[in-house]
């Protein structure tokens, strides 16, 4: 049979547990407005990738002094919905004031759900007008609609 103080015991450290799990989840179903909303900012907002809208564009305005003088564009995917392992790919794009896209470069996530930050060389192509394009690629159709990929604002890099 089990004593008075072992059940006190095992009810406390219950207790604990939940009340750690619940600090570090948050509450249910709770998310932060900057993840639901896909506006423009630089608060750290997270853009949404699906099959429906697969791509993102930046604009470079003019008061972007480094824009020449970057080395790098860096993507920070933050949350990837990939229950399936589909292969995904994205591209990143310049597109000028005037004048077609030029591709800059192509990154893969591996495994196909694990986020990461990475970085594709711009080649010197970047003026201070302009945009960024990142697009995703999933090597079959998404059918079920079920691959969510969050992306921060890209950012410029100089080393």
Avoid at 58 to 84: C, G, H, L, Y
Avoid at 89 to 115: C, M, Q, R, W
Avoid at 137 to 144: A, E, F, G, L, R
Wanted: hydrophobic share 35%; aromatic share 6%; charged share 20%.
């Amino acid at each position: 049979m089990i004593n008075r103080i072992t059940v006190s015991v095992l009810c406390r450290v219950w207790l604990i547990l939940a009340l750690g799990v619940a600090t570090n989840c948050g509450i249910l179903g709770q998310q932060p407005a900057s993840k639901s909303q896909n506006k423009t900012s630089d608060d750290g907002t997270v853009y949404y990738l699906d099959s429906k809208r697969p791509s993102v564009t930046q604009p470079i305005d003019s008061t972007t002094k480094d824009a020449q003088t970057a080395k790098f564009v860096q993507v920070e995917i933050t949350t990837v919905q990939n229950p399936r392992k589909k292969a995904l790919s994205f591209e990143v794009h310049y597109e000028p004031s005037t004048g077609p896209k030029i591709y800059l470069g192509t990154f893969s996530l591996y495994p196909a759900d694990n986020p990461g930050t990475f970085i594709v060389p711009t080649q010197g192509k970047l003026k201070n007008q302009g945009a960024l394009i990142l697009s995703m690629m999933i090597s079959d159709k998404d059918n079920n609609g079920d691959i969510k990929v969050g992306v921060k604002k890209l950012q410029l890099k100089q080393k």
